[in-house]
């Protein structure tokens, strides 16, 4: 599962008195999408925080490409690691550190140029990494992964990566949480709302 949603279920307690505040108050459904964004903001915060525990590594920040998407026909939202449709920053200038680890005076270091592909791969930006962050999450379904199937000039067995799922949990602890803040939040104003309502009576 790569979305998780808050959606209106959330505040389906409060809907007669939400549905009234809305028919009267055309700045209420704007206050409340402030309120989801707030709180979905947080709980992004949690996620991407469980994300790092999560990683061996993460020199190109690739926790940061937890996304955030506050819907814009109905009240609600949801954090996923799915691509966006273009691109969110800049590309990470980050090169991994070369090893040798035999003769320490070894010319080392592989001679044949980086493909298009592999190039592109290595500088994705932080906020552009969903897909390494599904492939971590998943694993690879398809056993070892084979380098060179795009047609470079090496070949060879990368080996396979064991799933580690920890999208799931930590986005629906957050979401939870972020669940109940907003129904918190959601009361409070409704009280400011009908308190003031009743004041200009």
Do not use: C
């Not at 140029?113 to 906020?127: A, E, K, L, W």
């Amino acid at each position: 599962m790569f979305a998780l949603d808050v959606n209106n279920d959330v505040w389906v307690q409060q809907r007669e008195v939400l549905e009234q505040a809305l028919s009267t108050n055309p700045n209420t459904q704007k206050a409340l999408r402030k309120l989801i964004e707030k709180v979905l903001q947080e709980a992004r915060q949690q996620v991407v925080a469980s994300t790092k525990g999560a990683l061996d590594s993460d020199p190109r920040g690739a926790a940061q490409g937890i996304r955030r998407v506050t819907y814009k026909k109905i009240l609600g939202a949801n954090l996923n690691i799915l691509n966006m449709r273009k691109k969110a920053g800049q590309p990470t200038t980050y090169e991994p550190p070369r090893k040798l680890d035999r003769n320490p005076h070894q010319r080392g270091g592989n001679r044949v140029p980086r493909s298009y592909r592999t190039n592109q791969i290595m500088h994705y930006g932080p906020h552009d990494r969903q897909w390494i962050l599904r492939i971590i999450n998943s694993g690879t379904f398809h056993g070892d992964r084979m380098a060179g199937s795009r047609g470079g000039a090496l070949g060879g067995n990368r080996g396979s990566i064991a799933a580690r799922n920890f999208f799931r949990g930590a986005g629906e602890r957050a979401l939870m949480q972020a669940a109940d803040n907003l129904a918190t939040m959601i009361d409070t104003e409704l009280e400011k709302m009908l308190n003031k309502k009743q004041k200009d009576i």
